[in-house]
């Protein structure tokens, strides 16, 4: 059984909270500094291809902390294995989270990184209307997903200048505009990978 939200320190990068009543799946948690469960808090939902829920809440703590969003980061996503079981994780990290936490369910948003933007967008249709937006990192939308004006969250994609799926998120980016979905797309120096910390930080903004 994983911790209470009593016994989760404040302003602390938490490297694994286990999800109640789905064995085998955790996350990595930041709560900002101010969080107290009085209040709503809004929250970022992040899936990692490797499975590594501290390497992207590392890039997003400073601003977590500095906008006050709580950061709930899955250890169990991957990208491209098919016995990775992402919608199991995906399911239990939600549940006990809104279970667990304060939350402000119409500031929700999903991030990924590479399959796991997939992942996010995945989350962002399944729990609609609650998430407002979407980052992906190295990857768009779901293969059987393209933007339409439907689609109920905006986009914030990032891809560096080496990435093999270079292609992939500048083609993205007309059909987002013709969905008439707010959307931005970014290009950093780099590979496919996640985004340095301070490009992080101006997608939360």
């Known amino acids: 059984m994983g911790q209470s939200s009593g016994e ?7 490297d694994k909270v286990d999800c109640t009543g789905a064995s085998g799946f955790s996350y990595a948690l930041y709560l900002p500094s101010a969080y107290v469960a009085e209040k709503t808090w809004p929250v970022l939902f992040i899936f990692d291809a490797d499975a590594q829920g501290m390497v992207p809440l590392e890039l997003f ?4 902390e500095k906008y006050g969003y709580i950061i709930v980061s899955s250890n169990n996503s991957a990208s491209d294995d098919p ?37 996010a967008c995945d989350m962002a249709y399944r729990y609609a209307p609650q998430f407002a937006g979407v980052i992906g990192a190295g990857s768009g939308f779901p293969t059987d997903h393209d933007p ?15 990435d093999f799926n270079y292609y992939e998120m500048r083609l993205l980016e007309p059909k987002l505009k013709s969905a008439g979905i707010p959307y931005r797309i970014r290009v950093f120096d780099g590979e496919h990978d996640w985004p340095p910390a301070e490009l992080c930080t101006e997608e939360l903004e």
Not at 61 to 64: D, E, L, N, R, V
């Open 61 to 64: 703590k400073a601003a977590a």
């Open 8 to 14: 989760l320190p404040n302003g602390k990068a938490i």
């Open 148 to 162: 339409t004006p439907d689609t109920p969250f905006v986009f914030f994609g990032t891809v560096g200048n080496l």
């Open 83 to 119: 016995t990775v079981p992402n919608l199991q994780a995906m399911v239990a990290m939600y549940n006990d989270a809104t279970s667990r936490f304060s939350l402000n369910k119409q500031r929700m948003y999903a991030a990924g990184y590479s399959g796991g933007a997939r992942i």
